[in-house]
């Protein structure tokens, strides 16, 4: 299995190397070279899998065994999801008025990012065992990546990483997950910015294609491959846990709500869909309505600024996952893609060309959900079946909510839930419920914190160069990649 650009100017990379990669050398994002395609009988077998099973099925089509033989993988998939609170690692919660909520929050961070990331992790560290190198790596977060990308490497001998987190942009529980990690290979910074800005100096970093590969750099945002990969999962496991039944020709559709900010799980649905899984997607998005303007009347362009939500985590403007989307629609074509993205990068606004905006509006539907109307989301799921979602989660079920009110027939839906309620006690709060939090989320407050401001007026991408020429020394000095 190849990997090649959305942009198409890169060589192309084996997984290995998409992994290690983040953007590819052109400033794409690294996309299968072909799909496979599953028929009806594949999907009949894979119905009967587990969720770590259908992981395993997942990697093995886009990894290959010549890199990960087949019974390493296993074993890493099944160490990845060794710490999950959930037996199933995902659960399905069937509530009512057709109501059902994918819980993809039961790992340690208790977000859905815990899925992807302690997987590729054990990828990264498998590598990383076999040819004795070190990375460091670098993370802006929104809320919810720098925790998760935090815990999958902490204490791994052969990775730094360094995670960016926007100072009083995400909830209070959040940044205690990042700054109460002491590990000596986490480095924390509180940004004084919005998850936006704090990807500027971010992006300058990696635009240095020298200092990347000098400093063994990589990032674990939703950039990179293997997080879209393992996030197609839930995709799968959605629609055989809600699928009226396999046994009909053609097989029946159904319907998955999306909440999303930078669109890494939509991507995922993209792709899925495009195997042959018959799904419907709804993409759910908060006051930051890039994506449903985008679906809608194919306007890919920035607001004047990032309104501050509820779901916090779903508060950005550059859905740079959408990229994905635009290549995967227009059949692979990576000169309409580099036109379009260099285009968006230059004047920050794009209108997507007509067969585009129709192959997009054929794929995804949308929605864009106010802070109102979380808010009545959450109180309404907890008068109908005294269950507690978080504003992310709220997102989709409005959603489903405006279908049922409607009292259209539709096919069976399901509402991924990317986060647990009790990381948004604010949000709940603001729903006039009582958060209920778990004993290890409230030891956090009295856990020693490590954080390093970056303030307005410092120059944040000097500061971050700096830190990771630091990093790099200590590690000659160790004696690892001195050969180098």
Known sequence: ?????????????????????????????????????????????????????????????????????RDDLNDLIDRAFSRFHHKEVVHLSRLKNGLNVLELWHGVTYAFKDLS??????????????????VTVVVGTSGDTGSAAIESVQGAKNVDIIVLLPKGHCSKIQELQMTTVLKENVHVFGVEGNSDELDEPIKAVFADVAFVKKHHLMSLNSINWSRVLVQMAHHFFAYFRCASSLDTRPLPAVEVVVPTGAAGNLAAGCIAQKMGLPIRLVVAVNRNDIIHRTVQHGDFSLSEAVKPTLASAMDIQVPYNMERIFWLLSGSDSQVTRVLMEQFERTQSLKLPQELHSKLSEAVT?????????TQTMARCWAENRYLLCPHSAVAVSCHYQQVDRQQPSAPRCCLAPASAAKFPEAVLAAGLSP???ADILALEHKETRCTPMRRGDDWTLMLRDTIEDLSRRWRGHGLNSSE
């Open 436 to 438: 209920e939090t778990p």
């Open 117 to 134: 990331l302690c997987c590729t992790a054990q990828f990264l560290q498998y590598f990383l065992g076999k040819r004795e190198k070190h």
């Open 366 to 374: 949308s929605e864009s959900v106010s802070d109102e109307a979380i």
């Open 1 to 69: 299995m190849w990997y090649v650009s959305t942009r198409g100017m890169a060589p192309r990379v084996n997984f290995e190397g998409a992994l290690f990669s983040g953007y590819a050398s052109d400033g794409g994002l690294f996309m299968p070279e072909e799909l496979p395609q599953l028929d009806k009988e594949t999907l009949c077998q894979w119905s009967k899998l587990s969720y770590p099973g259908l992981v395993k099925e997942l990697c093995t089509l886009f990894i290959g065994p010549e890199l990960i033989p």
